[in-house]
């Protein structure tokens, strides 16, 4: 089975960031996501509510504000519960495991490759022993052979 999830949208309001009463920060944020639309027909958005974990949630509030553009990797989580009135309501939100931010420092549209954040995984004790020199650099190359896209209606999903 699969449940993944990315989207690329706009922060509609800056990050709420809350600690658990175990001292886990939790993330809130909404994303508007454009739908596709034909030419000549109104643009319709998507809000997403997002929630956010650990280190993960302390970079999303840190780094991101109210209309800048995020890049989001994750899941698909169904809530649901009871109201005052005593009917079941459901609720969707993605849970982010991965974010990057979806424009360059400057404003632009483009992705920035360099500024992603993935939260850092669960090591062996051979592993955590390495120091940081001793592991091995990915390199991303030359990057000007790919374009760059100038503005969201240009994308072609």
């Known amino acids: 089975m699969l449940n993944k999830v990315i989207l690329m949208g706009r922060l509609v309001a800056d990050p709420e ?5 175990n001292n886990i920060s939790l993330c809130k944020f909404t994303v508007a996501v454009n739908r596709p639309y034909s030419k000549g027909s109104e643009r319709l958005s998507d809000f997403i509510n997002v929630t956010t974990w650990r280190q993960t949630a302390e970079f999303v509030s840190r780094y991101f504000s109210k209309g800048k553009m995020i890049i989001i990797e994750g899941s698909l989580r169904n809530n649901n519960y009871t109201d005052r009135d005593g009917v079941k309501r459901y609720s ?8 990057s931010f979806g424009e360059s420092k400057g404003g632009g549209s ?4 360099d500024e992603s954040f993935e939260p850092p995984r669960q090591e062996n004790t051979q ?12 390199s991303l190359g030359d990057l000007n052979d790919f374009e760059e896209i100038l503005s969201d209606g240009e994308i072609p999903f």
Do not use: C, F, H, M
């Open 17 to 21: 960031l809350r600690q658990t009463p």
């Open 92 to 99: 969707y939100e993605v849970q982010a495991d991965n974010v």
């Open 110 to 113: 483009g992705i920035n490759i």
């Open 127 to 138: 592993d955590s022993q390495k120091s940081e020199s001793d592991r091995e650099q990915v």
